[in-house]
């Protein structure tokens, strides 16, 4: 098997990008609820609003790990540095995500997120999304992404690494790598979990960005 190499996203990727995440987060719970999975036309929900919150991480110039064997896209983590994005990319995104999705769609994002919110402390980076294409998963690709984000997060000297899941088998992943549980939402149909490292100060050494793993 060929060697994967971590490196930033270039922009002009973009394609790429949407393909992986889609179909990355094809079955995931979070998606699945806050778009409505039951109503027809999930799939154009999915990639809509996978392609707003794109524009949106590109525009406040956030930053983006990849993971490539050979020329083939096969993992992202996108993640920001505690950064507060500009209010009109903002009002942008909820215009998105309402327009192609539908208001009720934006509304079950908005309770997460506001739950989710209320529990992070001052300069806590988070991890928005972290995905594996199908193919490569089992691999230890996420592990190595996730080690590589958190080296990223403290050497632009954050303080702290929040992330959420709706995927109870991923949380052992995330304890792995020093998550402590930090809360539980249960919305109707999701099981919604937030966890968090409380210090990213001392971050072992891992895959840093552009170097070759196995």
């Known amino acids: 098997m060929s060697e994967v190499r971590l490196a930033p996203l270039p922009a002009a990727q973009a394609d790429a990008t949407l393909a992986l995440l889609d179909a990355a ?29 794109l524009a949106f991480h590109r525009d406040n110039r956030l ?19 505690a950064q507060t994005p500009s209010s009109d990319s903002v009002h942008e ?26 529990q992070l402390p001052e300069g806590c980076a988070r991890l928005e999304f972290l995905a594996v294409a199908p193919h490569s998963q089992g691999q230890g690709l996420g592990g ?7 080296q990223a ?3 632009a000297g954050c303080s702290a690494a929040a992330l959420e899941t709706g995927v109870e088998r991923n ?29 990213i100060a001392q ?8 170097t070759p793993i196995r």
């Open 25 to 53: 987060f094809a079955d995931d719970p979070s998606l699945g609820w806050y778009l409505m999975r039951e109503r027809p036309g999930f799939g154009a929900r999915r990639r809509a609003y996978l392609q707003a919150y």
């Open 63 to 81: 930053p983006v790990l990849a993971a490539w064997r050979g020329s083939v896209l096969c993992g992202l983590s996108l993640f920001d540095l």
């Open 93 to 118: 995104l909820g215009r998105r995500i309402a327009d192609t999705c539908g208001a009720d769609c934006l509304a079950r994002l908005d309770r997460l997120l506001a739950a989710f919110d209320q």
């Open 144 to 150: 190595a992404l996730l080690q590589a984000t958190l």
């Open 153 to 155: 997060m403290a050497a």
């Open 171 to 199: 949380l052992a992943l995330y304890r792995r790598h020093g998550f402590e549980l930090l809360g539980r939402a249960d919305s109707d149909a999701l099981r919604q979990y937030s966890l968090w490292r409380p210090t």
């Open 203 to 210: 971050v072992e050494p891992g895959a840093a960005t552009g």
